[in-house]
């Protein structure tokens, strides 16, 4: 019986726990959401598309190293140059228009490419400025002289002309990658202007460190690097929106499709596209519908004017601000200054830490907005130029090791976070289509002129306050910057053009507009 009974308690036990396992069991939870549709990417955003647009953008960024190369080739070719040593040399006077002279220039290639890019295309344009590019360096390879004027003359001629190439450069490939994009990838894709331009420096300013004292090699590889710049324009198509406004309909939507993924076809099957296509060509067909007015009439409008004067301030204060100077003068600064290692090593440093800083600013300006990427830009520069003149100051600070590497590195990191590349940046995003050609001209040749004025007086300048009075100089002016982009600068992020055209003419905060209010964009 006792058997029996322990028998029968341990069934009991058993059943308990089975019941007990059982009311443990989580109950079924309701998951709020499964019946809403899948959302999908934009066709222009997935990855066939993107692949797409990033190439072409690379291929015809290729030809704008060569503006980076026209920025380094002083820094490592003027000891050679200004060498009393070799057969011709070039006196200080001469020294200084050879580094400066490319600027001046420069403006000229800057109006010339506002025509170009609305008469004969994004992908012609291209064409014409690695032509340029080529005779350049083929005349700089070639210099030779019995006479110092001789000599001086035909380097002059190659700056001048490398100087239209640089005016050239800035605004195709910008307008490029913003046409052929959406919104939410435009940002990533303009910033190849500014990287080619990094990347170009910091190649030159390596090929210096390794060839110190042949400067027509140098121009050669460089000459060879600009044909095969050209030969990767072919590939390239034109835009759909030129192609659209020059009644060029077939091409356009071939040039559509493609930068959409899809087939290169001239008729538009898939529905997401053909309403791109169908707003572009109806925005088109309404300002066909008018007299379009010159550019001096449309200087009136405030979408016209205020992002004129918005970027025309940002270029002066880029060249202010001593970003241009250190990288035209990154070698003699880094002596000067007292950096302790090879100055031309502590160039391809700067070079390098543009290189870097300069890839992922997509990301960061998509992150962190136009406007806070400017002020802590500048508010870093101005630290960074700060410290370099107290080192040159005050004894105690002179035993702090590499500081002035840490500084000129600081800067150049600093600048690219926001004012060297805001400017060349925003000048794809803030004009409307109908001026974007010569207003994105206008725009650069103001900021190569400052350029100019800025290469060509700091010698003078710095031979008569010093370098550490020149330094607080640029202090002042990247702090002065701060307070313009805090004031001035709207913030454009993940809007399009036509919205970020509506705020310049409502003065309203930038938001969406509804679809009566981009009727009306479209018909201005």
């Not at 940002?187 to 004292?213: H, M, N, P």
């Not at 970020?500 to 009306?520: A, H, L, Y």
Request: glycine fraction near 8%.
């Amino acid at each position: 019986m006792a058997d029996a009974s322990d028998v029968e308690d341990q069934l009991q036990q058993l059943n308990n726990s089975s019941n007990g396992k059982q009311r443990e069991r989580p109950t079924p939870q309701i998951v709020a959401g499964l019946n809403n549709p899948l959302k999908t990417k934009p066709l222009g955003e997935q990855s066939r598309a993107v692949h797409r647009q990033s190439l072409m953008v690379i291929l015809a960024n290729m030809g704008v190293l060569s503006t980076g190369f026209c920025l380094a080739i002083p820094t490592v070719a003027m000891h050679q140059l200004k060498d009393v040593t070799e057969p011709v040399h070039l006196t200080d006077t001469q020294a200084t228009w050879f580094a400066s002279i490319n600027t001046l220039s420069c403006p000229l290639g800057g109006l010339l490419s506002g025509v170009l890019l609305d008469k004969i295309g994004r992908k012609r344009t291209l064409y014409v400025l690695n032509v340029l590019g080529i005779a350049s360096w083929a005349l700089l390879a070639t210099a030779s002289g019995t006479s110092s004027e001789s000599f001086s003359t035909q380097l002059l001629v190659s700056r001048f002309i490398i100087g239209i190439v640089m005016g050239l450069a800035s605004a195709p490939s910008g307008v490029y990658a913003a046409e052929i994009s959406l919104p939410k990838l435009r940002g990533r894709l303009i910033l190849g202007t500014s990287i080619s331009v990094a990347l170009g420096i910091t190649i030159l300013y390596s090929i210096g460190y390794f060839i110190r004292d042949d400067f027509r090699l140098i121009a050669l590889i460089c000459c060879g690097y600009q044909i095969t710049a050209l030969l990767c324009v072919i590939p390239l198509p034109e835009t759909h929106s030129w192609l659209l406004s020059k009644k060029r309909v077939e091409e356009a939507k071939k040039s559509l499709n493609y930068f959409r993924g899809l087939d290169k076809s001239p008729h538009i099957t898939h529905p997401e596209v053909l309403e791109e296509f169908n707003v572009l060509q109806k925005s088109l067909q309404l300002r066909e519908g008018e007299k379009k007015p010159s550019f001096t009439r449309c200087l009136r409008l405030p979408e016209v004017y205020k992002p004129l004067l918005i970027l025309m301030g940002l270029f002066a204060f880029q060249q202010l601000s001593g970003i241009f100077v250190v990288i035209v003068y990154a070698v003699q600064i880094s002596i000067e200054a007292g950096v302790s290692i090879d100055p031309f090593m502590c160039a391809v440093f700067i070079g390098v830490a543009r290189v870097v800083t300069t890839c992922p600013m997509g990301i960061v300006l998509e992150k962190w907005g136009r406007r806070r990427a400017g002020i802590i830009s500048t508010l870093g520069m101005c630290v960074s130029m700060l410290l370099l003149a107290c080192y040159g100051w005050f004894e105690f600070i002179r035993s702090i090791p590499y500081l002035p590497v840490i500084a000129l590195v600081g800067f150049i990191v600093l600048s690219t976070l926001g004012l060297y590349t805001l400017p060349f940046f925003m000048i794809s995003e803030l004009f409307p289509q109908k001026v974007r050609g010569p207003a994105s001209g206008l725009t650069v040749a103001v900021g190569m002129f400052f350029a100019f004025l800025c290469i060509k007086t700091y010698p003078g300048i710095k031979n008569q306050i010093g370098i550490y009075n020149s330094c607080v100089f640029f202090s002042i002016m990247s702090f002065a910057a701060m307070i313009f982009i805090y004031w001035t600068l709207p913030e454009t992020r993940r809007r399009t053009l036509l919205e970020i055209e509506e705020q310049f003419r409502t003065g309203k905060s930038c938001k969406k507009p509804t679809e009566v209010e981009m009727q009306n964009v479209l018909v201005r």
